[in-house]
């Protein structure tokens, strides 16, 4: 999105924003987590019943806060990490899905959080 951070793009991991499951449209952001005063990195919008990908993620530690734009209950999904390892092969980047919509016995543990720390 315009006028938004876009840092962290020095890797090649791919993270995705799963709101595939999830009724309503979604304003999210990616939250480094390595750096003691924690930073958003990326924000997007991730529409109901869709995904978002991000690609060119760096390793390192993160989270992804977003607000439901039809309550406006915010969240926060818990740390999740984006690896390099080094293989036979070369270099391979784990990077992950996370899901943004709440899932009966389910295993996304997310948490409310105020607007401050939006």
Sequence with gaps: M????????????KVTADNSGGPSDLFVKLVD???KQRRVV????VRAND????RDVKPGHYDIRY???????????QV????LQKTAK????MGWTV???DMINGTSHHKDITERDF
């Excluded at 990326?42 to 919008?45: A, L, P, S």
């Excluded at 995904?51 to 991000?54: P, Q």
């Excluded at 607000?67 to 999904?77: A, K, T, V």
């Excluded at 070369?90 to 980047?93: H, K, P």
């Design 2 to 13: 315009a006028g938004y951070p876009h840092l962290n793009v020095s890797g090649m991991a």
């Design 33 to 35: 987590r390595d750096h």
């Design 42 to 45: 990326r924000v997007f919008f």
């Design 51 to 54: 995904e978002f990908t991000l």
């Design 67 to 77: 607000l439901n734009l039809d309550n406006g209950r915010i969240r926060e999904s």
């Design 80 to 83: 999740f990490e984006v690896t």
């Design 90 to 93: 070369g270099e391979e980047y």
């Design 99 to 101: 899901g943004l919509y």
